[in-house]
């Protein structure tokens, strides 16, 4: 096996991406949908670490630490909107939340 | 043989974060997601350590695992009436989906592994170098990012009263 380069973070990082990725595509629950943003944040987060520790300079981790910040403000507000679109269409699939076409 | 060490922990690692990652997309039952997704989360602080930035790794546990995937287990408790099988409704967006998720990680990693990172100009100002990095990085959040610092704590307070606001709903 080779050694553990900066690329093998990287490329890591853009799977857990792609995965993310895929499953905001394809599923139609906002819940899990939700929870698949959160992999595709977490990829980027990778990321900047990785950068971070190459070349050894702070930045990447705490802008890391901010991103976490705004990723669990992100949470909150998306939980409260999909518990507010439950009371209101009785589910939280995306077909429901069609209130804006008029 | 420290370099055998670090490359089986990456390994080992990356296959939990990927494995899970995948199970948590693709799961039948939503309470099947959260629990991979908590397994996906370990392996990415799992992985904060094996490159060394511990106080990530840390706070990737505590904020992640802690508080945004109990949210997300009250989100799917208070709204899971249907359950929301993964189901191939149409062939054609999930071959879609497919398709795009793979060009998007093929073109990442073409640029990825063309670009020469060693030799890249270092910008390193030694301040991540040491070990433990929790100190580094508190000095750092109270000197040179300080004004984003209080920020941050402003948009939560904000984003918190207002979450709770929109979850309770109407004037009753």
């Known amino acids: 096996m080779a050694d553990i380069t900066t690329s093998h973070y990287i490329v890591l990082s853009a799977l857990i991406f792609a995965v993310g990725l895929f499953g905001v595509v394809t599923r139609k629950n ?7 943003l959160e992999l595709m944040l977490n990829g980027t987060n990778l990321a900047f670490v990785a950068f971070s520790r190459h070349w050894g300079n702070l930045q990447g981790q705490v802008f890391t630490f901010f991103v976490i910040a705004v990723a ?9 909107i999909i518990i507010a679109l439950n009371r209101v269409r009785k589910g939280v699939t995306l077909d429901e939340a069609t209130e804006l076409k008029g | 043989m420290e370099g055998l060490g670090i490359q089986l922990a990456f390994y080992s690692f990356a296959a939990v974060t990927i494995g899970s990652a995948l199970l948590a997309t693709m799961a039948k039952k939503i309470v099947n997601s959260a629990f991979a997704l908590m397994a996906t989360f370990f392996g990415v602080a799992g992985i904060y350590g094996v490159l060394g930035s511990d106080f990530m790794a840390v706070t990737q546990i505590v904020v992640y695992v802690g508080g945004i995937l109990i949210l997300l287990c009250f ?15 149409s062939p054609r967006r999930y071959v ?12 990442l990693a073409w640029a990825i592994s063309g670009t020469a990172w060693a030799r890249l100009p270092h910008i390193t100002d030694g301040s991540a170098e040491a070990l433990p990095t929790t100190a580094l990085i508190g000095n750092a959040l109270l000197t040179d990012y300080l004004l984003p610092f209080e920020f941050a704590s402003i948009v939560l307070l904000v984003v918190l009263v207002g979450a709770a606001r929109v979850a309770r709903g109407g004037t009753r």
Do not use: Y
């Not at chain 1, 669990?72 to 409260?80: D, G, K, M, R, T």
């Not at chain 2, 989100?75 to 409704?89: K, Q």
């Open chain 1, 30 to 36: 906002t819940v899990i949908i939700l929870m698949s």
């Open chain 1, 72 to 80: 669990a403000a992100e949470a909150a507000v998306a939980l409260a």
């Open chain 2, 75 to 89: 989100g799917m408790l208070l709204t899971d009436r249907v359950p929301d099988e993964f189901r191939v409704r």
């Open chain 2, 96 to 107: 879609g989906a497919s398709i795009a998720a793979t060009l998007t990680f093929v073109g």
